[in-house]
């Protein structure tokens, strides 16, 4: 199983970066799939889970409004658009397979190497 992220950079608050998650090695549209960041200092924090059709997305407070999870089955690929960034949003994202069907997810058994995202003027 892979994972792998892409996307990240540095951004001014209010701007948008747009992240990805290639994977590889499992039956994609079979699984929720899952976003999770880590800020500097701090543990991870979930963000958001789609389930996989794709037809339910389930968001974190902190994000609502402001993010959209996606994926498409036929590239097994997963998406997060992120818009109106702030400074706190300052942390590695990382893609993640849950490890059940509960939102939000209490495990992963795989996960990405992450995408630095950095919000700053």
């Known amino acids: 199983v892979q994972l792998v992220e892409s996307g990240g950079g540095m951004v001014q608050p209010g701007g948008s970066l747009r992240l990805s998650c290639a994977t590889s090695?499992?039956?994609?549209?079979?699984?929720?799939m899952s976003w999770v960041r880590q800020a500097p200092g701090k543990g991870p924090e979930w963000v958001s889970t789609?389930?996989?059709?794709?037809?339910?997305?389930y968001y974190a407070d902190s994000v609502k409004g402001r993010f959209t999870i996606s994926r498409d089955n036929a590239r097994n690929t997963l998406t997060l658009q992120m818009n109106s960034l702030k400074p706190e949003d300052t942390a590695l994202y990382y893609c993640?397979?849950?490890?059940?069907?509960?939102?939000?997810?209490?495990?992963?058994?795989?996960r990405g190497q992450g995408t630095q995202v950095t919000v700053s003027s």
């Open positions: 789609i389930t996989a059709g794709g037809l339910h997305t």
């Open positions: 090695g499992f039956t994609f549209s079979e699984y929720y």
């Open positions: 993640a397979r849950p490890r059940s069907w509960r939102v939000p997810p209490l495990e992963y058994d795989y």
